[in-house]
């Protein structure tokens, strides 16, 4: 395993480790299982990529390089949807399931166009994604989802949706800025544009783990 893939594996696999944790932690809650989603797309992003940081063989790296884009076209979808299960907003849980077809039209482009990712660039650290034109159309659902869900958390967390205890507030607390932190994780997007930062999203993704691992521990975050 290539130096480089030992971070992006460690922090996949602490996501999927949480996400198991999650779904069966306490009795079973709609909003466990798509937290355990969200991870789950995490540890998809995260795990395919440290595969392809091994590899040398450029068809070998674009195929694990896809596999790895099933999690990030998911990201943001399953977080929209998390939050608005996590704040019961029926009305709005129903345009979140509808946001799952743009995910599913996204993953066929991905294997199935070389217009979404449409081939390899060469870095210090290895092959890295080149994105085509339609990927572009995906970057607005991935921007719009999470600025939405930040704001609803950020209502709620002002007193909207039923929220009006110090204990729910304090959860509320530790899931936003967690997210918040997550949220930076795009910087990732740059070398998939050819500009030669170092894709160092997991730090951000990892703070993000711990502290809502504290959170459910701690604070009983998803009980």
């Not at 594996?9 to 909003?31: D, E, I, S």
Request: aromatic share 22%; glycine share 8%.
């Amino acid at each position: 395993m290539s130096l480089y893939s030992l971070p992006p594996f460690a922090v996949g696999l602490t996501c999927f480790l949480v996400g198991v944790v999650v779904a069966f932690k306490g009795r079973p809650r709609p909003a466990n299982f798509i937290y355990s989603s969200v991870t789950f797309s995490i540890a998809i992003w995260f795990l395919g990529y440290a595969v392809a940081y091994s590899c040398q063989e450029p068809s070998t790296v674009l195929f694990w390089v896809k596999i790895a884009y099933v999690g990030i076209i998911f990201i943001p979808i399953t977080f929209y949807h998390f939050v608005v299960s996590f704040l019961g907003l029926k009305r709005e849980i129903r345009f979140a399931h509808s946001c799952y077809l743009l995910g599913f039209i996204f993953v066929l482009l991905n294997f199935f166009s070389e217009d979404f990712v449409s081939g390899l660039y060469h870095y210090p650290w290895g092959y890295h994604t080149r994105v085509g034109f339609s990927h572009n159309f995906y970057l607005p659902l991935f921007f719009i989802l999470n600025l939405r869900g930040f704001l609803l958390l950020y209502l709620a967390f002002r007193g909207r949706f039923g929220v009006n205890t110090s204990e729910q507030r304090n959860r509320l607390r530790y899931l936003f800025w967690a997210c918040v932190v997550a949220s930076l994780g795009a910087v990732d997007f740059f070398p998939h544009y050819g500009i030669p930062i170092y894709p160092f999203g997991y730090l951000f993704l990892a703070i993000a783990a711990i502290t809502n691992t504290y959170a459910i521990v701690r604070h009983q975050l998803m009980d």
